[in-house]
């Protein structure tokens, strides 16, 4: 099996996809590693609605193949698996992954960000009988049922927002007394009749027997509790950024996201982070495949600087 490269990508979503494509473009032999299903969190987007070029909505699955079938019509190679570890060796990067070692003079890191859990009792405990991070793969499961949204930004609107279709009525739990979403989104949950907002509240536990049965929740401000019933709780508050195989000595800021400059390189050269897991005012599909066409033109240029054929 082949093992060098030029340009490795690691992580397969909107912003991997969009370094691959511009990476093969530019005529870089280019991989893109995924351990799970390329398209990452797009591929949980029900109507893809606010991505340039679109004037129908589209489905975040079909929008990933196409990604896909477009990076890989430029030739760029995409392989399922598991990255453990990125290191720079000499001039150039070991990528070891649980197929063996490759070898990249330049990596793209475009490994997002997983769900962040409550931390709250009951919530490990119904994982998979009610408590879920994912409304379009778990919402139909309680079709026709009260639900219970947490969080009060994007994720938590939009999902709620999807989850009205299918709820007799969603419940949305959020911290503070208004929505971090943006503006025009959180006015569409505002105004949707099947959506009621318990403002300033947080879920102190979610309880039941076999499954979800009923969540309690507390006032902030007041410090009243209360009791919800409801037979699903999705949890949309925020997200971690996947960084573990990174070194230590990887820029990151406060919130563990990767620092990069606006060409979207790291602190350690020849690294380039793009979309979720990069530190970035605004996570969109179309920022995250934009910093992935940025940084693939950066890392051509980072080679041909490395070969001596730098343009001058
Ligand atoms: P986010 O913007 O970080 O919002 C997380 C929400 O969860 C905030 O409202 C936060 O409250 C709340 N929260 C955090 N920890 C909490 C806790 N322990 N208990 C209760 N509430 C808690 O995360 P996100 O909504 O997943 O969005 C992530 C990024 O993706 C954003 O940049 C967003 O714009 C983008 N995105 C965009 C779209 C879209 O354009 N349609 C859709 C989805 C996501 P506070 O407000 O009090 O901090």
Redesign the pocket.
Known sequence: MDDSYDLIIVGGGAAGMGAAQYGARANLKTLVLEEMAHGGQALLIDRLE?YPGLLEPVDGYSWAETMRAQAESFGAQIRSASVSSIRKVGGSFAVTTDEGVLNAKAVVLATGAKH?H?GVKGEEEFGGRGVSYCATCDGPFFKGKRMVV???????C?EAMFLSKLADKVVMV???ERF?A?KA?AERVLSNPKIEVRWNS?VDEIMGTKAVEKVRLRNVVTGDTSEEATAAVFV????IPQTAALPESVARDDAGSVITNERMETNLPGLFAVGDVRATP???VVTAVADGAVAAHCASQYIDELEGQAYR
Request: positive net charge.
């Open positions: 606010n962040r409550l947490v969080g009060g930004g994007d994720s938590a939009d959020h911290r503070k971090r943006q989104l947080v949309f508050v925020g997200s605004f996570r969109q």
